[in-house]
C-alpha cells in the first residue's frame, strides 16, 4: 500500500523499555542473590519478547498505526513493575500476569476490531451495560478502603468502575456524533435528555460507591467530549457551575467529602490522622530532590496504599524529579499523540471515540498526580498503566490497543475498504 | 470539532505543565524544609540506621557520646551546649552534631562506601568519631566564669587558629533536650542562641585595634606624632566625647587609655576605603570558619559619613562584630601579623581507631607587617599593665589586652575585652563579651585573667 511498514521507530523505541526491564531485573538480583531470584530475568525477557511480538502484529494485521504508544506503554508498564517489586514482590508478580494478559487483550482487540463503525450501533446497550454493572456493585460490591466499588465473581475480584470507563466512552462518542447537530445550534431537551439521565445515573452510582475519583474523572469527560462535539464554551461552563453546586451538596452531605476537602486544604494538622497518606507522599516526594533516592531505596512502609494511588510519589522518591519529569513526559505524550489520531479520524464518530480514550488516560492521570502534589482534592484513583490493579491495567491496555487499531484505520486512504479480510 | 479537539489538547498540555511546575516546587524548592520535618520518617530512619559517630575534645575527652543504655551523653552539659550542639529527628539539630552530621554520619571517604553497601545489605552503618579543638575543661570554666550572665567568650590558638573554647552563656543542656526544649524556646535571655558566632555587638574600643593596625601600616611613623585631646573631637554638627580629658597623648598611650579622640582623628585620616581594607583582611565581611555558619561581622552598607567613619573609628555606629571575630583580630596581632584561619574540627577517625595525629591543615594569612604587629602587642600589653586592662594582669605572665565598652539602644553597654598571653610567645587569644555589664574592664578583665592563668597552668 505504499506504507512505511516497517516500524523502525518502534521497534528501536520499545529497547530501552526492554533495557529498563532487564537492568532493573539485575539491579534486584544484585541487591537479593538468591539463586530463585533468578526467576526475575525469565519475567523480564519474557516481558520483552511480548512487546516485540506486539510490535510484528501491529506491522502485520494493524499498518500504519502509532510508532510511539506501545514503546510508552511497556516503559511506564515496566516502570510500575520494578517500583512494585521493590514495595512488594508478591504484587509485582501478580501485576506480571496482568501484564501478559492485557498485552493478550490488547492483541485480541487489534485482530477483532477491523471496523470501528458497529460500536456506534451499540451505544445504548453499553450504557446500560455500564450503568447494571455499578448498580450490581452498589447492591453485592465488595467495601475495600472506604469504597465499595468491587465485584467478585468467584476468585476473581474486580472493579467495573473500570469497564465503564471503556463503555461510557463508546456511548458518549456514538451519541454525541449522532445529536451534533442539535448540540450545536439548538439544544433541546430531547437531545439532552438521555445524555442527562445516563450522566446523572453514573454521578450518583459512583458517589454512593464512594469512588469519588470516579465520578470526577467521569464527569471531567463526559464535559470535554460535550464540547468537542458542540464546540460550546457554555456547556462546560454550565457544567461546572453544576459541579460546583454538586460538590456543595456532596460536602454537606458526605463526612468523608468533608475529610478530604479539609486534607486538601491543609494536611499539616491533620497529619497524624487522615492527613498521613498525603505528607508522607510529600516526604517520599523531597527526599528524591533532583535525582532520587535510587531505584529499590524507599522504604515501602512510609507510604500507605504505595502500590496504587501513591505508586507516583514512590516514583519522585526514588527517582527524583528528573524520574518524575520524564514520566509526567510520556504520560504528555500519550496524550498528544492520541488527540492527533483522534484529529486524523475521517469521521465524527471515530474522532469522539479515539479523543474520549485519549482524554481518560490524561485526565485519570493528571487527577492522581495532581491529587498527591495537592493541586486537586486527593480522589483514590490508580495511575494508568504505572499502579498495581488487574481491572485498570488490563482495560487501560484494551483502551491502548483500541486506540492504535483506531490510528492504523484512520490512517489508511479514504475510501480504501477496511471489511477486505 | 477538529478545532475543538485542539483546543482541549492546549488545555491538556497546559494542565501537565501545571503539574509539572507544582511537582517541581516540591522537589527542588520545598525540599529541605520538608527534609526538616519532624515528622519525617526519611529523616527519622536515615538517623537511626547509622551509628553517629563519637564527639571528642583536643586532648580526647568525650564530648558526646554512646551510653551502655544507648542514650547519647554530653558529658559538659550546659558549658558545652553551645559547640557540641545536639541532632534530633524532631527539633533538628545545632553545634557540631549539625555541623559535621556527613562525618558523624559517615556519609563520604572510606566509610561512605562502606556504608553503602551496609545500607544495601541492612546492616547497620557507623559514622566518623570527630575530634574539634576544644578545649573541655578550658570551655566548663570559662562557661562558669561567664556565671550565668548574657554573653560569650572564644578562645584562640593564635599560632594555628584552633578555637579552644566557645563559650555562649546562658547555654543549654544537650541531655533530656526534648524535655527542657519548652523553656528554652521560652526563656527570653534566649539561651539557644550562639552569641559566640551568631550575635554581633557593637565591638566598641576593641575595635580600635583594627584602626590602629591600618594607621600603623599607612604611616610608618606614626609613633613619633603627637596628639592633643581636649576631651571630645567635632565632626559634621556632631561631637564625640573622650570619658576625659587627655590632653597631649601619642599613639601607644591612646591605645591604653583608649582614647577616643586620637583613633577618631585616625579613622577620618586613613579613610573609610583603608579602614574596610584592613577589617576585611582580619576576616569582617567574610565566611571565617569552614562548614559553620558564622554571622559575618561588617562595616554597614558603604559610602559611610563623615560621622559614620569617625563613629566606626571608635567600634560604634554600624560596626558590628561576632566575639569569634574578635578573638580573630587579637590572635593575629599576638601572632606576629598572621592571621591563622579559625579551626573547630580538628580530624576524623573510623570507630576503634586513633586520631591521625598532626593533620591539622594551617592556612596563614598576612594581615598586617610584622612591625605593625609588635607595635600593637606592646601598646596591649601596655593597656593590662597601666592602662585601662589592669585587671586582667596575672602574676608572673605578660599579658596584652584591650578594653571596649559597645553603647548599644538595649540599656547598659556591653563590655568586651579581648587579650592575649603570654606576650613574647601568645599560646592563647581571648575575647569576652558579656551584655550589658557596663565598661570593659570590669567584668571583662577578670575573665580573661582567669583563663589566660587557668589555661596556661594547664599546660605545664
Keep these: ?421 | 470539532m477538529r478545532t475543538n479537539l485542539l483546543r482541549v489538547r492546549v488545555i491538556v498540555i497546559l494542565c501537565f505543565v501545571i503539574v509539572l511546575v507544582a511537582l517541581g516546587r516540591i522537589q527542588l524548592l520545598e525540599r529541605s524544609e520538608l527534609a526538616r520535618h519532624p515528622a519525617n520518617r526519611y529523616t527519622i530512619a536515615k538517623e537511626n540506621r547509622v551509628k553517629r559517630g563519637e564527639i571528642f575534645d583536643r586532648n580526647k575527652v568525650p564530648l558526646a557520646f554512646w551510653t551502655d543504655s544507648g542514650i547519647r551523653h554530653y558529658p559538659l552539659g550546659y558549658a558545652g551546649g553551645h559547640p557540641i550542639g545536639y541532632s534530633s529527628a524532631k527539633l533538628g539539630s545545632s553545634g557540631a552534631e549539625g555541623w559535621y552530621s556527613s562525618q558523624l554520619l559517615g556519609q563520604d571517604g572510606a566509610l561512605g562506601i562502606k556504608n553503602f553497601w551496609h545500607r544495601l545489605a541492612g546492616v547497620q552503618e557507623t559514622g566518623y568519631n570527630i575530634q574539634l579543638t576544644i578545649d573541655a575543661n578550658l570551655q566548663e570554666y570559662g562557661y562558669s566564669l561567664l556565671g550565668g550572665n548574657k554573653g560569650a567568650i572564644v578562645a584562640l590558638k593564635p599560632k594555628t587558629g584552633e578555637i579552644l573554647a566557645l563559650i555562649s552563656s546562658p547555654g543549654f543542656d544537650p541531655n533530656d533536650l526534648h524535655l527542657k526544649w519548652d523553656d528554652y524556646v521560652n526563656n527570653s535571655d534566649n539561651p539557644l542562641f550562639n552569641r559566640a558566632i551568631s550575635g554581633t555587638y557593637p565591638p566598641g574600643s576593641t575595635f580600635k585595634l583594627v584602626v590602629g593596625a591600618a594607621a600603623l601600616e599607612a604611616d610608618p611613623n606614626l609613633l613619633d606624632r603627637e596628639f592633643e585631646c581636649p576631651g571630645y573631637i567635632q565632626l559634621e554638627g556632631r561631637q564625640l566625647t573622650c570619658y576625659t580629658t587627655h590632653g597631649r597623648i601619642n599613639f601607644m598611650e591612646g591605645v591604653a587609655y583608649s582614647c577616643n579622640v586620637v583613633f577618631v582623628q585616625l579613622g577620618l585620616e586613613i579613610g573609610e576605603q583603608q579602614l574596610r581594607k584592613q577589617a576585611e583582611a582580619f576576616g569582617f565581611e567574610q565566611d571565617v570558619l569552614e562548614g559553620v555558619p558564622v554571622k559575618k561581622s561588617g562595616l554597614g552598607d558603604a559610602p559611610l559619613t563623615v560621622n559614620g567613619l569617625g563613629e566606626s573609628a571608635i567600634g560604634q555606629g554600624k560596626v558590628m562584630a561576632t566575639p569569634l571575630q574578635m578573638a580573630m583580630v587579637t590572635a593575629a596581632i599576638a601572632n606576629g601579623g598572621l592571621l591563622a584561619e579559625p579551626v573547630l574540627l580538628l580530624g576524623r577517625a573510623v570507630p576503634g581507631e586513633d586520631f591521625p595525629a598532626g593533620s591539622l591543615n594551617l592556612a596563614q594569612t598576612r594581615v598586617m607587617s610584622r612591625e605593625t604587629a609588635e607595635i600593637l602587642k606592646e601598646a596591649m600589653v601596655g593597656t593590662v599593665v597601666y592602662g585601662t586592662g589592669q585587671q586582667a594582669q596575672v602574676a608572673g605572665v605578660e599579658v596584652g589586652g584591650k578594653t571596649g565598652s559597645a553603647e548599644n539602644p538595649h540599656g547598659q553597654a556591653h563590655a568586651w575585652f579581648v587579650g592575649f598571653a603570654p606576650a613574647d610567645s601568645p599560646e592563647i587569644a581571648i575575647a569576652v563579651v558579656v551584655e550589658n555589664a557596663g565598661s570593659g574592664g570590669g567584668l571583662g578583665g577578670p575573665v580573661v585573667r582567669e583563663l589566660i592563668n587557668y589555661y596556661l597552668s594547664s599546660l605545664q
Design chain 1, 1 to 421: 500500500m505504499g506504507m512505511d511498514q516497517s516500524r523502525k521507530q518502534e521497534a528501536l523505541l520499545l529497547l530501552p523499555a526492554v533495557a529498563l526491564l532487564l537492568s532493573g531485573a539485575l539491579l534486584y538480583y544484585v541487591l537479593a542473590p538468591e539463586p530463585e531470584n533468578r526467576y526475575l530475568f525469565i519475567g523480564a525477557i519474557l516481558l520483552g519478547c511480548l512487546y516485540y511480538v506486539l510490535h510484528f502484529l501491529l506491522g502485520w494485521q494493524a499498518k500504519g498505526a502509532d510508532q510511539l504508544l506501545l514503546p510508552i506503554t511497556a516503559m511506564l508498564t515496566g516502570l510500575g513493575l520494578l517500583l512494585l517489586y521493590h514495595l512488594d514482590p508478591n504484587l509485582a508478580i501478580k501485576q506480571w500476569f496482568w501484564t501478559i494478559l492485557g498485552l493478550g487483550g490488547m492483541a485480541g482487540v487489534i485482530l477483532v476490531v477491523r471496523d470501528y463503525h458497529w460500536l456506534a450501533e451499540f451505544k445504548y446497550t453499553f450504557m446500560l451495560l455500564g450503568l447494571a454493572f455499578l448498580v450490581l456493585t452498589v447492591i453485592i460490591g465488595d467495601e475495600t478502603g472506604g469504597a465499595r466499588s468491587w465485584l467478585s465473581l468467584g476468585q476473581f475480584r474486580f472493579q467495573p468502575a473500570e469497564v465503564v470507563k471503556l463503555l461510557v466512552i463508546v456511548f458518549m462518542a456514538g451519541y454525541l456524533s449522532d445529536h451534533k447537530e442539535s448540540f450545536a445550534f439548538r439544544p433541546e431537551l430531547q437531545s439532552f435528555g438521555p445524555l442527562m439521565v445516563a450522566g446523572g445515573l453514573l454521578m450518583v452510582l459512583l458517589v454512593v460507591q464512594k469512588d469519588l475519583g470516579a465520578a470526577l474523572i467521569f464527569f471531567a469527560l463526559i464535559l470535554a467530549m460535550l464540547y468537542v462535539a458542540s464546540g460550546r464554551a457554555e456547556i462546560a461552563i454550565m457544567g461546572l457551575v453544576a459541579f460546583g453546586l454538586a460538590s456543595t451538596v456532596a460536602y454537606y452531605l458526605f463526612p468523608h467529602v468533608q475529610t478530604r476537602v479539609a486534607i486538601w486544604q491543609n494536611p499539616w494538622p491533620l497529619a497524624d490522622g487522615p492527613g498521613y497518606q498525603i505528607v508522607q507522599s510529600y516526604f517520599s516526594l523531597a527526599q528524591g530532590g533532583i535525582l532520587g533516592m535510587g531505584l529499590g531505596m524507599s522504604n515501602p512502609k512510609f507510604i500507605p496504599a504505595a502500590a496504587t494511588d501513591f505508586i507516583f510519589s514512590v516514583a519522585g522518591g526514588e527517582l527524583g524529579f528528573l524520574g518524575a519529569s520524564l514520566i509526567l513526559f510520556l504520560y504528555g505524550v500519550v496524550g498528544w499523540k492520541g488527540i492527533k489520531i483522534a484529529y486524523s479520524a475521517p469521521d465524527d464518530f471515530g474522532l469522539l471515540l479515539a479523543g474520549g480514550l485519549t482524554l481518560l488516560f490524561s485526565l485519570q492521570t493528571l487527577v492522581i498526580i495532581g491529587g498527591i502534589i495537592k493541586l486537586l482534592p486527593l480522589t483514590g484513583v490508580t495511575l494508568p498503566l504505572m499502579s498495581y490493579g488487574g481491572s485498570s491495567l488490563v482495560i487501560n491496555y484494551l483502551m491502548l490497543g483500541l486506540l492504535l487499531r483506531l490510528s492504523s484505520l484512520f490512517a489508511l486512504p479514504e475510501g480504501t475498504a477496511v471489511h477486505e479480510n
